[in-house]
């Protein structure tokens, strides 16, 4: 691991510490936010460089902003503890989330290692043909927009019809 | 301008009053906004070829006019917005993927079958047509979720959060 790689996961797991334990909203959102932004990086660490912009993009600017939003319509109770009190029934469930999830990392390869996932049949498929048949020069798009472009397009409708559907939830709880 | 205005002819300027009135945050926003979307449109039109693509670009595109609305007022906005233009840009969006897919039935092809169009290189301008469509998708999604939280999206209704 690299002095950057081990300073990106500490400023990481102290942010996502900050947005649970912080007792204000505001402060948790923005800790949030930081957060997202350190994920982000931590994506193009490990070369998955459309994933971080969409982290980038989506995690730490929209959503901080709808939050913000959300939170300037309630009200901030009024309180000197600065953290959160922590129910030692949840921390035991946190604790033990935490331990299963980490239990599955030293299986994880190493980046960029040969694995049946990136020398499989159709991974090399993809790689050898896709630039040729294709003709885009990101791989990523070749497979998003050509060889899956059905789940895609998928993808475009069931954003399509939640838009619908949240336009019309909204709308109603406008009305009222 | 929304329908609670006197309707005399007038401008009436303390209704048009920014959100929060920062000057840095305004001149922040002036001079990053333009940066902004030529990034996400750069990332729209050529992530074919690097990193990124419809969705990201989109998503970077829409993140534009959210920034206008916290710095110059989202009552402001809102107003200077179409609701139907944005609607249509969702619309657009989905369709245009649809279209894609569907137009290379009647040219003989497969359902989303790029080569099947007569053009050159088809297969490269199919797909940047489909992230453009994707493109328009997001930027639309983001933009109307962001005044439908804020406000609701019918232009005549009086904000809540203002008397």
Known sequence: ?176 | MSADEPNDGLVHTEDRTPYVESTIIMTTVRTVAPFILTLGLFVMFHGADSAGGGFQGGAIAGTVVLLLAFAFGIRAVRDWLNPAAVLGLVAAGVGTFLLVAVGSLPLSGEFLQYTAYPVPHASKYGIELVELGIGALVAGVIVGLFFLVAVGFDPGEPLEDEP
Not at chain 1, 79 to 91: C, G, K, N
Request: proline share 4%.
């Open chain 1, 1 to 176: 691991m690299t002095p950057l790689e081990a300073v990106v996961l500490v400023f990481v797991i102290g942010c996502a510490l900050a947005a649970a334990l912080l007792r204000d909203v505001l402060s948790a959102i923005i800790a949030f936010a930081a957060y997202s932004l350190g994920i982000a990086v931590i994506w193009v660490i490990l070369q998955a460089p459309d994933v971080a912009l969409t982290e980038a993009a989506v995690g730490a600017g929209v959503m901080t902003l709808l939050l913000l939003l959300t939170i300037a319509k309630t009200v901030r109770p009024e309180s000197d503890a600065s953290f959160e009190d922590v129910r030692p029934r949840s921390l035991v469930v946190v604790v033990a989330f935490a331990a299963v999830l980490l239990a599955t990392v030293p299986a994880l390869p190493a980046i960029g290692a040969e694995t049946p996932v990136t020398t499989g049949e159709v991974t090399s498929y993809y790689l050898e043909n896709a630039y040729e048949e294709t003709e885009v020069g990101n791989a990523v798009t070749a497979v998003l927009a050509a060889y899956r472009g059905f789940d895609t397009l998928g993808e475009a409708v069931v954003v399509f019809s939640a838009v619908v559907a949240v336009l019309m939830v909204l709308r109603r709880e406008v009305m009222a």
